[in-house]
DNA sequence: TTTATTATTTTTGTATACAATAATATCTTA
DNA sequence: TAAGATATTATTGTATACAAAAATAATAAA
């Protein structure tokens, strides 16, 4: 297949063909994919199939992948190709301290960056998640939830932790997808206008505050129990464990 | 050339021929060669020439590109190639601006999950880091200073984090190499000794206070006015500004 | 039937070929 | 000579070919 001529996408219309954002543009389309839920973690991501798929040949997938793979979205194992991550519960902890970490540096710059332009896009950010939350688009719920997090850290004026964040909200909805215990809560619009809230009036320490709340209580919605199914399987057909025996890790 | 024969690498003894970690290998010896200021900012990174070099086609010689611009350590210029990095002022703020955050975060971390052997550990980095001062050997010292940030890392026990704080003390050093205003201020060593001892006193707000310092003492030592060429060469030939008019930019 | 072994197929890793773009050199014209 | 236009060369982007490894299927032995 010819450089002029890419033959149509299977999946996409591709509206704009410039060829610089090919790359790109498959990266976003699986990025989309892998956070909407429609590939789901374990998933084996074949070359050869999203070659097809996309009309590319595997050279340019292996870009895409690989990518990914630095964004922790995926997981390559050599010889034996790309999967989408399956975090463990150990790595689900570590990536919302971090988030927990970020986003208070995050909430003190956007304090004092903030301009009420600013104020006015968060609040935008929050009823259109309400909206999706209403009309009962999940997948553009589960989406919009992670930008409202992402346009505070626009207001942080840094891109280098903008950047960092960006990866951690995507790894949290792969933890969210695996873990999850019950359904979701809603609750979490309101919360997040609480924290705008709190962060129009200045007050620093109330809206690291909610923040922090906000994402623990993420985390205790999620089923974080050691439970790879090897070590599944022992403890079932092994001699019963103490009752307070599982431990739950120190964070 | 066949992927059972490689030929040898013009500039490397390649010692285990492992072929999973070939890409690493590249990696590590671009990433060195980039850290200890063998390669400097701005500097083209020929694909054909590097493929000749490490013995190995463009193919892989890409891969190990694309990782490395993933980090911001290099920067991949469509149809252009791919250059050493040249951090902006503004890039370089960003970046101690979230080591600063992340650092306090994991001070905290190492401080509740501490062990005598950790505190060991750190003791005989920073006796490494003063002996390659006392040698005068500034590519290893280099090296070094990074080296102790991310050994206290690793005793926060959140490989997440320490990901981050990789990417950002590599990223330091490209900004040293670029900004660095007189000679390297040896007092490094002492300030990490400094750390260490509240550390291991559990002396978390000291702690975080010298590793602030510490940060900012670096950052202070840095010429970060925004000299582009462009602009330079712009109010250089323009009626002369007004002796306070350059912007520090705010932080 | 089950297990172990071998053969076949599939899939990844790497090199290479060719197309497209950028960089450089050559030629033309004022 | 200088500036612009054209041709040439070099370099990147993508597809494809082939080798190595893994996965799967088929066969043989217990």
Same mark, same amino acid.
Request: hydrophobic content about 35%; overall charge neutral; glycine content about 4%.
């Given at each position: 297949?010819?450089?002029?001529?890419?033959?149509?996408?299977?999946?996409?219309?591709?509206?704009?063909?410039?060829?610089?954002?090919?790359?790109?543009?498959? +990266?976003?389309?699986?990025?989309?994919?892998?956070?909407?839920?429609?590939?789901?973690?374990?998933?084996? /991501?074949?070359?050869?199939?999203?070659?097809?798929?996309?009309?590319?040949?595997?050279?340019?997938?292996?870009?895409? /992948?690989?990518?990914?793979?630095?964004?922790?979205?995926?997981?390559?194992?050599?010889?034996? @190709?790309?999967? $989408?991550?399956?975090?463990?519960?150990?790595?689900?902890?570590?990536?919302?301290?971090?988030?927990?970490?970020? %986003? %208070?540096?995050?909430?003190?710059?956007? $304090?004092?960056?903030?301009?009420?332009?600013?104020?006015?896009?968060?609040?935008?950010?929050?009823?259109?998640?309400?909206?999706?939350?209403?009309?009962?688009?999940?997948?553009?719920?589960?989406?919009?939830?992670?930008?409202?997090?992402?346009?505070?850290?626009?207001?942080?004026?840094?891109?280098?932790?903008?950047?960092? /964040?960006? %990866?951690? $909200?995507?790894?949290?909805?792969?933890?969210?997808?695996? +873990?999850?215990?019950?359904? /979701?809560?809603?609750?979490?619009?309101? %919360?997040?206008?609480?924290?705008?809230?709190?962060?129009?009036?200045?007050?620093?320490?109330?809206?690291?505050?909610?923040?922090?709340?906000?994402?623990?209580?993420?985390?205790?919605?999620?089923?974080?129990?050691?439970?790879?199914?090897?070590?599944?399987?022992?403890?079932?057909?092994?001699?019963?464990?103490?009752?307070?025996?599982?431990?739950? @890790?120190?964070?």
């Amino acid at each position: 297949m010819s450089r002029t001529a890419p033959t149509a996408a299977l999946t996409e219309s591709n509206s704009d063909s410039r060829k610089t954002s090919q790359n790109d543009h498959i +990266y976003e389309e699986m990025l989309a994919a892998i956070l909407e839920q429609r590939l789901t973690p374990g998933t084996k /991501l074949s070359e050869d199939t999203l070659g097809e798929i996309f009309g590319v040949s595997r050279t340019v997938i292996r870009t895409v /992948l690989q990518r990914l793979a630095h964004e922790r979205i995926v997981r390559i194992q050599p010889n034996r @190709g790309a999967f $989408v991550s399956e975090p463990s519960p150990e790595e689900a902890r570590e990536v919302l301290q971090a988030r927990r970490l970020i %986003e %208070e540096g995050i909430i003190r710059a956007a $304090v004092c960056n903030q301009s009420p332009a600013d104020i006015k896009g968060l609040k935008r950010a929050v009823a259109e998640e309400r909206l999706s939350l209403e009309t009962g688009d999940h997948e553009a719920w589960g989406r919009l939830s992670g930008d409202f997090h992402l346009k505070l850290a626009e207001i942080a004026r840094n891109q280098t932790l903008s950047a960092f /964040l960006r %990866e951690l $909200v995507s790894r949290t909805s792969l933890i969210i997808v695996q +873990y999850q215990k019950g359904a /979701l809560s809603p609750c979490s619009c309101d %919360e997040h206008a609480e924290i705008i809230k709190a962060i129009a009036a200045r007050d620093e320490d109330r809206a690291i505050e909610l923040m922090n709340a906000h994402l623990r209580a993420c985390e205790d919605q999620l089923n974080l129990r050691e439970n790879d199914t090897k070590a599944d399987l022992y403890s079932i057909f092994s001699k019963p464990v103490k009752a307070t025996g599982k431990s739950r @890790g120190a964070m």
